[in-house]
C-alpha cells in the first residue's frame, strides 16, 4: 500500500485506529470454541465489526505460533481475509523480526510475498544489514521498533550513546539505511512525553503507537506531542477492543469500544488547528 | 535439556558443533524437490549423516516461514524427528524473538512448549520484561542476542552506554534477570577478539557462537578466547555445512565437512592445557 493511500483512508474514516488480532483461546467467548477454526471465526467477527472504524488490523505473530499449524492456518486465513473483503486495510505483521541480512530476506519474503501483509516490525538490534533486506519490497512498510510501551523499554532503549539516547539513535541511523522512505516506527502511547522530541528526527514518519487502553496510554497525550499534517499517527489497541463480551455479542462489544476511539479521534482531527 | 546433559555429551563426542538447518530449497539437490516434503527429506538426511558429530541442531525459523504452512510443518517433522531418534540432541530454535510480557510467554510456550525446542535465541531491544517469560522454563534456555555475526552489529551493538558497550551493557544486566541461570548468549564467530572481555562478564554461560565458516569467522581464535572449564561454546555451522554437493552424495558432503569440524574441535579439546 502507498502511504498516500493510507493517509486518504485516515481522512476518509476519520479514524487512525489499528485494531490489533491478539487472539487467545482462553479469552475468546466459549461459543466459538465449537467452531472449525476458532481463531479465524472470532477474528473474521471482530474484523467485520469494526472495518469501517479503523484503517488497519495487526494480527501479533506469537499469538498464532502459540498454536503451531493451527495458528499459522488462521494467520493466513485471518491476512487473506482482509486483502480481499477489505483491501483498503493497512494490515501489519506484528513479528518484530530481524536477523542477519540473507535471513531477514527471508522474513521479507514471508510477511510481504507469501502473506501479502502491507509491513512488518522488526528490531533494530542487529543494524543496517538486518532491516535494509525489509526496504527492499515496494509500496510495502517496515516498522523498526524504536521505543516500546513496556517498562523494559528503560534498559536500553533510553540510555545514552554518544549523548543521544539509544532509541533516537535508532531512529536517526536508519534515516540513511537504503529504502529508508519505507520506514516507519513503533513508539509505545506510554512514552508520550518523549513524542516532541522524536518529531525533532522523523518529522513525517508513521508512528505505530501501542499501548493506548489496556498499558495506560493516552490517544490525546500521543495526538498532542505526535500528530503531523498528515497525521502521522497509527494507534492500536488489542485487548482493549477484543476482548469485552464472553456472549454472542462480543463483536459488537469490540465495535463499541472501537467506536469510541474513532470518536475521539474525529474530535481530535476535527479540533486540530 | 540439563546443562550438565549437554556437556556430558560435548565430553562424548568430543565436539561442541551445531548443525544450522538453514534449509532453501533453492540450493538442496534437485531430485529431492520430487519428495512429498522435501525440507523434511533434506533436513532428515542431513540429520542422520551428521548425529554423531554434533550436539545439536538450529533451525533458523525465517528459512521454514518464507515457506508458509508448508515450512512450518517442516519444521515440526524436523524436531518432532530430533526429539523422537536423537534426543541427545540441544536444539535450538533460532527465531530472535522479544515482545511486551504476555507475548513474550506466547513465543516461549510456541517453542519450549509446542515444539519442545531446548532453546530459543532472544533479541535484547525491548529490556528484561521482554526476556524474564522465557526464562521461566525449566531445563530451557534461553539465548540473547549480545554481539552478533554481522557487519550491522556495531551500528548499535558495540556503541558505548555508560561506558559500557551495549553488548556488554546486555551481559551485565541480564545477570540480574530472574532465571538467569537459564541463559546463553549469542557471540558471532568474527568477533573472536572481543571474547575475553566477554569472559570477564559472563565467566561460565555457555556461548552460541555463528559466523564460522560462510562468514568468515575462526574455530581456534574462538576457543582461544572463549573457552572454559566446561567448553562454554557451541559453535554453528549452516550454509558452510550443509551445501557442499547438489547430487545425491549431498549428505555424505555435509558429513565430510561436520567431520573435518569435528576433527579440529577434538584436536583442540585434547591439546587444551
Not at 499469538?63 to 485471518?78: C, D, I, Q, S
Not at 536500553?156 to 539513535?169: A, S
Amino acid at each position: 500500500m502507498k502511504t498516500t493511500d493510507l493517509i486518504a483512508q485516515i481522512k476518509k474514516k476519520q479514524s487512525f485506529l489499528i485494531v490489533g488480532l491478539d487472539t487467545d483461546l482462553d479469552k475468546i467467548p466459549k461459543h466459538l470454541l465449537k467452531e472449525e477454526d476458532p481463531i479465524f471465526a472470532f477474528n473474521k467477527a471482530i474484523i467485520d465489526a469494526t472495518q469501517d472504524l479503523c484503517v488497519g488490523y495487526k494480527p501479533n505473530t506469537a499469538f498464532y505460533e502459540a498454536y503451531g499449524m493451527k495458528g499459522w492456518k488462521a494467520l493466513e486465513k485471518t491476512i487473506n481475509y482482509i486483502n480481499e473483503k477489505y483491501p483498503e486495510q493497512f494490515t501489519i505483521a506484528d513479528a518484530k523480526r530481524g536477523d542477519i541480512g540473507n535471513t531477514s530476506s527471508r522474513y521479507a519474503k514471508a510477511f510481504f510475498e507469501d502473506l501479502n501483509f502491507d509491513s512488518v516490525t522488526v528490531a533494530p538490534y542487529m543494524g543496517k544489514d538486518s532491516v535494509e533486506p525489509f526496504l527492499e519490497f515496494e509500496e510495502k512498510h517496515t516498522i523498526l521498533l524504536a521505543l516500546t510501551s513496556n517498562k523494559g523499554a528503560y534498559d536500553f532503549q533510553t540510555k545514552i550513546i554518544d549523548g543521544q539516547e539509544v532509541y533516537k539513535h535508532v531512529l536517526q541511523t536508519s534515516k540513511s539505511y537504503k529504502g529508508s522512505e519505507n520506514l516507519m516506527y513503533v513508539v509505545g502511547a506510554t512514552k508520550a512525553q518523549f513524542l516532541s522530541d522524536i518529531r525533532k528526527i522523523i518529522p513525517e514518519a508513521f508512528l505505530l503507537v501501542p499501548g493506548v487502553g489496556a498499558q495506560g496510554g493516552s490517544l490525546r497525550d500521543v495526538c498532542t506531542y505526535g500528530m503531523t499534517e498528515n497525521i502521522g499517527l497509527l494507534i492500536n489497541s488489542s485487548r482493549g477492543i477484543l476482548y469485552n463480551s464472553s456472549g454472542q455479542d462480543f463483536a459488537i462489544a469490540a465495535r463499541n469500544v472501537a467506536q469510541q476511539l474513532q470518536e475521539d479521534m474525529q474530535d481530535i482531527l476535527v479540533n486540530r488547528t
